[in-house]
């Protein structure tokens, strides 16, 4: 069985980006929501053992468990988009190292950003914009509903940022780029990305 994660920082804690009852119906009822089904389904099969990574990819290879895919998938992609917050400033700050491979690979922090917003604001209806690692260099990628890129070979998760209409409608309504500027601008955890980038790497 899966447990669900608490959110790392109060609720109230990212506002005006994000407001408190955004969190609450997306950690409470969406990701929860997300955690409980996932457990309703493996609670009578060999998979009820298994980590939550191991069963999205156990899920993803064979089209009778699209459901539990779905699911799993949505709860990770949760984790990970959580994780990509925060708002502590000392975890806002880019570390040198990954600062260097940034500029390497898209020529700028600037342009990171703006790549993040244009792709996230471009993905038609629901799903997520990825930063992750391939072959030795950072990519943006999005995937749509509940697609998530742990699935792809040869490819490490850095970090995510949510773009259902869920993440952002009760703050933002309709205007999904002004969302994705403000979360890309002010409150992105690049510790969190650091640290993921040191594993991809094996350090
Ligand atoms: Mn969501």
């Known amino acids: 069985m899966i447990e669900a994660k608490e959110l790392e920082f109060p609720y109230d804690s990212l506002e005006p980006v ?13 990701y929860i ?10 609670q009578h099969t060999d998979m009820k053992d298994l980590k ?15 459901t539990l895919f779905n699911n799993a998938a949505q709860v990770y992609n949760h984790e990970v988009y959580f994780s ?3 708002n502590d400033p000392l ?9 260097e491979q940034i500029i390497k690979d898209f020529g700028s922090f600037e342009a990171l950003k703006a790549e993040l917003i244009d792709k996230g604001g471009k993905l038609f ?7 992750v690692e391939k072959l030795g260099v950072l990519k943006v990628e999005t995937s749509s509903n509940a697609d998530t890129p742990l699935t792809e070979g040869f490819t490490n998760v850095l970090m995510a940022i949510d ?10 309504q309709n205007l999904r780029a002004s969302y ?9 955890n690049w510790a969190f990305v650091a640290q993921n980038y040191r594993k991809a790497k094996g350090e």
């Not at 975890?91 to 040198?96: C, F, H, I, L, N």
């Not at 209806?125 to 930063?131: A, E, H, K, Q, R």
């Open 180 to 188: 994705l500027s403000k979360v890309v601008h002010e409150c992105l």
């Open 163 to 172: 773009v259902w209409e869920h993440a952002y409608y009760l703050d933002y």
């Open 125 to 131: 209806g629901s799903g997520y914009v990825w930063l």
């Open 33 to 42: 929501g997300y955690v409980n089904k996932v457990n309703e389904l493996i």
């Open 84 to 86: 990509s917050l925060t």
């Open 18 to 30: 994000i407001f408190k009852e955004t969190f609450s119906f997306h950690h409470d009822k969406h």
């Open 52 to 66: 939550l990574e191991e069963i999205v990819l156990r899920a993803s290879s064979d089209m009778v468990y699209q």
């Open 91 to 99: 975890k806002k700050e880019v570390p040198s190292f990954l600062m």
